[in-house]
């Protein structure tokens, strides 16, 4: 049975076929320079957790070869809106999927799973440059390039507390990110966007609650109530040892996770587009929770997959067509489909 990583890696080798790889794109300069994080006018009802003031920061773009005929790759770096001990993580760390002679175009942010395999967030950036949208693939914090040598610190940790620090920087860095790529001139930003699979998709639906600049969101494989997920998912186990070892309770621990619960933002709003993909057998993240985020954002259209968190690889062209349909210039999403869990 072949992994994860390994469909993955053939999925990617065979996207590469799909966009392209008769010639490679010309690389662009390097490039430097600020900009600047404008509060959005009703930016006094981000929760305060969530809040930016108005500030500028430099960011760094630095051009990356690529034998795709329709999009140009980069690499961006910016600082946090969060200081940590950490100096590694104090750096955000970006790749930008940008379509070649693009103007007007969606901008949408792409955070990866747990585990920090990127090539399944680098295969849905390619889908949706080679559609005509501009995709920043943001590295979360502790994950990657910012991950502190010889530093225990990890985004989602074995101390809840220390898990509500990491999410809160993630989403502020979405919010800094999203600034920046509604800065380039190529895109529109009255169209940007998030997406995520699995943790990117819990983050990009507290992001999505909580940054008044997105208007459309697409969220595989998540859920909220966060301490329900904690409590019940297989993956999350050490956790739920670590906590109880430690003298918590099944209560003390929702309270923990509260603060960064995407159901306690998450509201209906005519003027953002929701969509949702999600497994009807999820192990990690229990449908039922699915449910819940679904019902707290007005029920907007979702698919329901018959399979695992995992399993549901089989379904990933199937997520990522459906993906760029909705991301894309024009583009709307699908009539909720699938069987609903029991």
Same mark, same amino acid.
């Not at 930016?43 to 773009?61: G, I, K, N, T, Y």
């Not at 690499?75 to 760390?93: C, D, G, I, L, R």
């Not at 933002?265 to 999600?278: T, W």
């Given at each position: 049975?072949?992994?994860?990583?390994?469909?993955?890696?053939?999925?990617?080798?065979?996207?590469?076929?799909?966009?392209?790889?008769?010639?490679?794109?010309?690389?662009?300069?390097?490039?430097?320079?600020?900009?600047?994080?404008?509060?959005?006018?009703?930016?006094?009802?981000?929760?305060?957790?969530?809040?930016?003031?108005?500030?500028?920061?430099?960011?760094?773009?630095?051009?990356?070869?690529?034998?795709?005929?329709?999009?140009?790759?980069?690499?961006?770096?910016?600082?946090?809106?969060?200081?940590?001990?950490?100096?590694?993580?104090?750096?955000?760390?970006?790749?930008?999927?940008?379509?070649?002679?693009?103007?007007?175009?969606?901008?949408?942010?792409?955070?990866?799973?747990?585990?920090?395999?990127?090539?399944?967030?680098?295969?849905?950036?390619?889908?949706?440059?080679?559609?005509?949208?501009?995709?920043?693939?943001?590295?979360?914090p502790y994950y990657g390039?910012?991950?502190?040598?010889?530093?225990?610190?990890?985004?989602?940790?074995?101390?809840?507390?220390?898990?509500?620090?990491?999410?809160?920087?993630?989403?502020?860095?979405?919010?800094?990110?999203?600034?920046?790529?509604?800065?380039?001139?190529?895109?529109?930003? &009255?169209? @940007?966007?998030?997406?995520?699979?699995?943790? %990117? *998709?819990?983050?990009?639906? !507290?992001? $999505?609650?909580?940054? +008044?600049?997105?208007?459309?969101?697409?969220?595989?494989?998540?859920?909220?109530?966060?301490?329900?997920?904690?409590?019940?998912?297989?993956?999350? &186990?050490? @956790?739920?040892?670590?906590?109880?070892?430690? %003298? *918590?309770?099944?209560?003390? !621990?929702? $309270?923990?996770?509260? +603060?960064?619960?995407?159901?306690?933002?998450?509201?209906?709003?005519?003027?953002?587009?929701?969509?949702?993909?999600?497994?009807?057998?999820?192990?990690?993240?229990?449908?039922?929770?699915?449910?819940?985020?679904?019902?707290?954002?007005?029920?907007?259209p979702i698919i329901w997959?018959?399979?695992?968190?995992?399993?549901?690889?089989?379904?990933?062209?199937?997520?990522?067509?459906?993906?760029?349909?909705?991301?894309?210039?024009?583009?709307?999403?699908?009539?909720?489909?699938?069987?609903?869990?029991?």
């Amino acid at each position: 049975m072949h992994s994860a990583r390994t469909i993955v890696m053939w999925m990617a080798t065979i996207a590469l076929l799909i966009v392209g790889s008769a010639r490679a794109t010309e690389l662009t300069p390097a490039r430097s320079g600020s900009v600047e994080f404008l509060p959005a006018d009703t930016e006094a009802s981000v929760p305060e957790r969530f809040q930016l003031s108005r500030h500028s920061f430099d960011f760094q773009q630095m051009p990356v070869a690529t034998t795709a005929r329709n999009l140009r790759m980069s690499k961006v770096t910016f600082p946090s809106p969060v200081v940590t001990p950490h100096e590694a993580n104090n750096t955000v760390h970006c790749e930008y999927f940008c379509p070649v002679d693009a103007q007007g175009a969606p901008g949408v942010i792409v955070l990866h799973i747990m585990g920090g395999d990127f090539d399944l967030s680098r295969l849905f950036c390619r889908a949706l440059a080679s559609k005509g949208v501009a995709a920043l693939f943001l590295k979360m914090p502790y994950y990657g390039e910012r991950r502190q040598p010889g530093s225990p610190a990890r985004m989602v940790s074995l101390d809840p507390h220390e898990t509500v620090q990491g999410m809160t920087q993630a989403v502020l860095d979405v919010r800094q990110a999203a600034a920046w790529l509604g800065a380039q001139q190529e895109v529109d930003r &009255e169209q @940007l966007g998030i997406m995520g699979i699995s943790l %990117g *998709g819990i983050t990009s639906a !507290l992001a $999505a609650g909580v940054e +008044p600049r997105f208007h459309k969101a697409c969220l595989i494989l998540a859920g909220g109530d966060m301490g329900e997920v904690a409590w019940t998912s297989e993956e999350l &186990e050490p @956790l739920r040892k670590h906590w109880l070892e430690k %003298g *918590g309770s099944k209560e003390s !621990l929702f $309270a923990a996770l509260a +603060p960064v619960d995407p159901i306690r933002y998450a509201r209906p709003d005519p003027a953002r587009q929701i969509l949702m993909l999600n497994a009807s057998q999820d192990e990690v993240v229990p449908p039922v929770c699915t449910v819940a985020l679904w019902k707290a954002f007005g029920e907007p259209p979702i698919i329901w997959w018959e399979a695992g968190h995992y399993s549901a690889m089989r379904y990933i062209f199937d997520g990522m067509a459906k993906t760029v349909e909705f991301f894309r210039p024009g583009g709307n999403a699908p009539k909720s489909a699938g069987k609903p869990p029991a």
